[in-house]
């Protein structure tokens, strides 16, 4: 059974830091494309990382340069790492698993958490 745990949320002021973690489980989907996606209620989800088996990452033009996406391939680990966060970044993040083809686009990946809140005041 794969489970995606995600953890690392929480409410931080503009300009702060925080760094998200997914804990992967019961497949080794951390050597296949994982991603980051965000979701407001009543508002459509935007994908906003990706990280390729290769290592080759993709970002969503509203994170570049202030996210980054990692992975512990040993202890099976997705992370985000958000600096110079912004109001806008106010959403609940998901981790997702086993996505084909590796990109930004929800809808290709087979597996998800449950997500983790991202609040961030002005």
């Known amino acids: 059974q794969v489970q995606l745990v995600e953890s690392g949320g929480g409410s931080v002021q503009a300009g702060g830091s925080l760094r998200l973690s997914c804990a992967a489980s019961g497949y080794a989907y951390i050597n296949a494309c994982m991603g980051w996606f965000r979701r407001a209620p009543g508002k459509e989800g935007e994908g906003v990382a990706s990280?390729?088996?290769?290592?080759?990452?993709s970002y969503a033009d509203s994170v570049k340069g202030r996210f980054t996406i990692s992975k512990d391939n040993a202890k099976n680990i997705l992370y985000l790492q958000m600096n110079s966060l912004k109001p806008e970044d106010t959403d609940m993040y998901y981790c997702a698993a086993d996505g084909w083809p590796c990109g930004l686009v929800a809808g290709v990946f087979g597996y998800w958490g449950q997500g983790t809140q991202v609040t961030v005041s002005s």
């Open positions: 990280i390729d088996s290769d290592g080759s990452a």
